[in-house]
């Protein structure tokens, strides 16, 4: 884990230990049955919430922590360490859920969703991904229109979305969701789409939640798609001004990056942690495996790539957290931390052997649930682009 050469407080290294004790103790030993019965286990959900991880970066005037961003990143590495999808609920609840409503919510919507938010005890999701629709979010075709209604202006949306988390479970309460809600001048004299961000309540008429993702990996998170035909919410469930849905999202999507980072960077340590147990207590030919130079070098290279992924997201969080740009550096330490996971993983399975191609085996979860860190919050590709326009390239 960092050390206190990088940086951190006290209280920070102590909220480190103590939710790396959480994951080893509570979240480690039901992830296999968890991860086979595919669901969310909202008894560890609600344990997240008593332990204050859902408003670590929230002030206490509004339920919070008041702790800061690096806090939250170092509990979702410390939790990624032992189940991703536990991780992803955490950093999704919290930066997608939450985050929109804090930073450009009203104190009325505050004062309603925030309470059971940043508690634990409902959870928030962010309706952004459609079919042809997610880092390009000009494509977005989901639509928003003013009506005036029997108890005032109402939004209705019509649309859908995709790869939803948090979106389907027990207590989601809320979910913001981007949509196109007029048009305006755009370059060339064409027109753009207005993109607005608008709180659907769950349970809303109209809004159907489909079916859970077969999916590769993350099992154990909630992700589903969406379908709104005809949803009316009031007018004063637009979050923040109407056409800024673009401009907030992207800080969120920013912010987010680097908790994602996080996510990795405890995917790749633990993945590193269970290829060094079994490597020193495995033996061939009279000794250890890790006796091997091979096997060892293997081990060498995962320790940096963690070492490094742990650098990016730490300096991207830093500047974040002092008000400094952050946003080249968040894509330089998701795209790190992605390709570290991944790679972990891949070196971790064949440290293992066959023991690594069995499901009950935390690294060949890692190993399934790692190639989404280099999809989700935006791909691989996209975060080069960042890179490469922050470089002053505009290939």
Request: proline share 4%; glycine share 12%.
């Amino acid at each position: 884990m960092i050390t206190e050469t990088h940086g951190l407080t006290d209280e920070q290294r102590k909220l480190s230990d103590t939710v790396r004790d959480f994951a080893d103790h509570v979240v480690a030993p039901a992830a296999y049955r968890y991860d086979t019965e595919r669901r969310l286990p909202l008894e560890i959900v609600r344990q997240m919430g008593e332990l204050g991880l859902f408003g670590l970066p929230f002030p206490v005037e509004v339920g919070g922590q008041g702790k800061d961003y690096v806090s939250l990143c170092l509990a979702v590495e410390a939790l990624a360490r032992a189940d991703q999808s536990i991780a992803v609920t955490l950093e999704a609840g919290v930066g997608l859920g939450i985050m929109p409503i804090y930073r450009h919510g009203t104190d009325a919507q505050r004062d309603r969703w925030l309470p059971d938010l940043v508690t634990g005890r409902a959870l928030g999701a962010f309706g952004l991904t459609e079919a042809e629709a997610g880092s390009d979010a000009g494509a977005t075709r989901t639509t928003a229109r003013l009506e005036h209604g029997p108890d005032g202006d109402e939004w209705v949306i019509d649309g859908s979305k995709q790869f939803i988390t948090n979106s389907g479970t027990p207590i989601t309460s809320v979910i913001t969701i981007t949509a196109v809600t007029g048009q305006v001048p755009g370059r060339d004299g064409r027109t753009a789409p207005e993109l607005s961000t608008i709180l659907v309540p769950a349970g809303t008429p109209g809004l159907v939640v489909g079916p859970s993702y077969d999916k590769v990996g993350w099992h154990t998170s909630d992700t589903h798609p969406l379908t709104l035909t005809g949803v009316r919410v009031p007018a004063s469930n637009l979050v923040g001004a109407r056409g800024r849905g673009y401009a907030n999202f992207l800080r969120v999507l920013d912010e987010g990056r680097i908790a994602f980072a996080a996510l990795a960077t405890g995917a790749a340590q633990g993945c590193l942690e269970e290829a060094l147990r079994y490597a020193g207590s495995r033996t061939v030919f009279g000794g250890s495996i890790a006796s091997h130079q091979h096997v060892a070098f293997m081990l060498a290279r995962m320790q940096a790539r963690v070492h490094s992924s742990r650098l990016c997201w730490f300096d991207a969080a830093q500047k974040l957290v002092h008000g400094r740009p952050f946003k080249a550096e968040a894509s330089v330490a998701k795209l790190v931390g992605g390709e570290a996971a991944m790679a972990n993983a891949r070196d971790a399975a064949q440290i293992f052997g066959g023991y690594g191609f069995l499901n009950e085996n935390p690294v060949a979860r890692h190993y399934r649930d790692s190639k989404v860190l280099e999809v989700g919050e935006g791909t691989t590709e996209v975060q080069l682009m960042v890179i490469a326009r922050d470089l002053g390239l505009t290939a």
